[in-house]
């Protein structure tokens, strides 16, 4: 397919990125007012451009991945150029229908969620579609499977998708250095640590996701009665460690709602 990204910043570029890494037989344009930050994709066979057009009438997809404020700008400059186009839309806010009727009856509006885990085949990508553009909200699961998991879900939770999978990566990675602090007090250097910290996190997914159990079920398995990992385990639920990875989630998706 020819997928023209707009809006090549942190998520656009990763999106690119992993298209061109991990699903075959694309061509690829991305578009920014400055792209010399992202001259190194060009390396990866995307083609680089400043103006939002190029490329645009030969698209099958085109995805945005600008902020909410730059949307109308944007489509007034390609609205002109395109019909019967798929446009995703990864803009926080922007609902199905808002951009459904920015876009006209022609054109076919999908919203995804992807994250910028995305540059290595590894993100989670929620995605949301009217029932009439079934066909095409199949097309960009089929893409973004290739680029990790791509459950399709209610549009209603879109911004609880990116309360879970967009700020969840820097949940995750805030858990990590917390991890690797504690490592280094106890007696490792930082690289050390973060190496065993981030190793344990990305193995304890992949057992989850390859067994599809209850993460209790595995915790079980290594906490040993009278053990150290039930004594830290307590601890760190006494002092609230579950408890407030949910009220930040709560909070975030308060934020998002405004
Ligand atoms: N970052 C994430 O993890 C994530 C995850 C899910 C969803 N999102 C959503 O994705 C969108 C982008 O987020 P981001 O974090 O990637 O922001 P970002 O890094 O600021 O990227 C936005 C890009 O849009 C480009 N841009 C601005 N005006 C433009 C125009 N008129 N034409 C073409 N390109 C233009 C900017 O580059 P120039 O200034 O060079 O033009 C910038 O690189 C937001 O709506 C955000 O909510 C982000």
């Known amino acids: 397919m020819n997928i023209h990204i707009i809006g090549g910043g942190n998520l656009g570029a990763s999106v690119a990125t992993g298209i061109a890494k991990f699903s075959s037989n694309h061509s690829i344009t991305v578009t920014r007012r400055n792209t010399s930050k992202i001259k190194h994709l060009e390396e990866l066979g995307i083609i680089l451009s400043t103006d939002n057009c190029h490329n645009i009438q030969e698209a099958d997809i085109v995805i945005l991945t600008i902020k909410p404020y730059q949307v109308d700008l944007v489509l007034a400059e390609i609205l002109p150029a395109i019909t019967n186009k798929i446009v995703a839309s990864a803009v926080s806010g922007l609902s199905i229908e808002s951009l459904q009727s920015k876009i006209g009856d022609t054109n076919q509006a999908i919203r995804i969620m992807p994250n910028i885990a995305a540059q290595f085949g590894e993100s989670a990508t929620c995605i949301s579609f009217q029932e009439k553009n079934a066909l095409q909200g199949r097309k960009l699961v089929t893409l973004f499977q290739d680029l990790g998991t791509a459950p399709i879900i209610d549009e209603k939770l879109m911004d609880a998708a990116t309360v879970l999978a967009a700020s969840g990566t820097a949940f995750a990675l805030r858990y990590i250095r917390a991890s690797m602090q504690a490592g280094i007090e106890i007696g490792f250097d930082w690289q050390t640590?973060?190496?065993?910290?981030?190793?344990?996190?990305?193995?304890?997914?992949?057992?989850?996701?390859?067994?599809?159990?209850?993460?209790?079920?595995?915790?079980?398995?290594?906490?040993?009665?009278?053990g150290c990992t039930i004594a830290g385990l307590n601890e760190m639920e006494m002092h609230g460690f579950s408890a407030s990875l949910i009220r930040g989630i709560k909070t975030s998706l308060k934020q998002i709602k405004g």
């Not at 190496?195 to 209790?216: D, F, N, Y």
């Open 193 to 226: 640590a973060l190496a065993i910290s981030a190793q344990t996190v990305k193995g304890a997914a992949e057992m989850l996701m390859e067994e599809q159990v209850h993460p209790e079920q595995l915790i079980d398995r290594v906490t040993t009665p009278q």
